[in-house]
């Protein structure tokens, strides 16, 4: 199986201007973050289990933290040591599962 290439670590400056154009995230070069509040814990573990079809095509997978009824999420490329325009890319994809 082929390696997949991946982004180089946004700049401090690269990554201030894409969290701009994501209101429902915030987070540094370490990692960006966001919570999704659900109905109940059921409609919670579904959110995740449409999250992780999301990931899966993204080969991209966030730091989940699911809490009764809420997903808390962190979106990090480990092998570049920070956030990189996958994560962007995946907290796109997640902003439109979850509008807010």
Do not use: K, N
Not at 48 to 64: I, K, N, T
């Amino acid at each position: 199986m082929a390696v997949v290439p991946r982004p180089p670590r946004l700049s401090p400056d690269e990554l201030a201007v894409a969290l701009s154009g994501l209101p429902l995230w915030s987070g540094d070069g370490e990692g960006i973050r966001r919570s999704v509040e659900l109905s109940g814990f059921p409609d919670a573990v579904a959110a995740l289990v449409r999250l992780a079809f999301v990931a899966e095509q993204l080969d991209h997978h966030p730091d989940v933290d699911l809490r009764w009824r809420t997903l808390h999420l962190t979106l990090v490329t480990h092998s570049a040591g920070g956030v990189t325009e996958l994560d962007l890319q995946l907290a796109r994809r997640i902003d439109a599962l979850f509008p807010g």
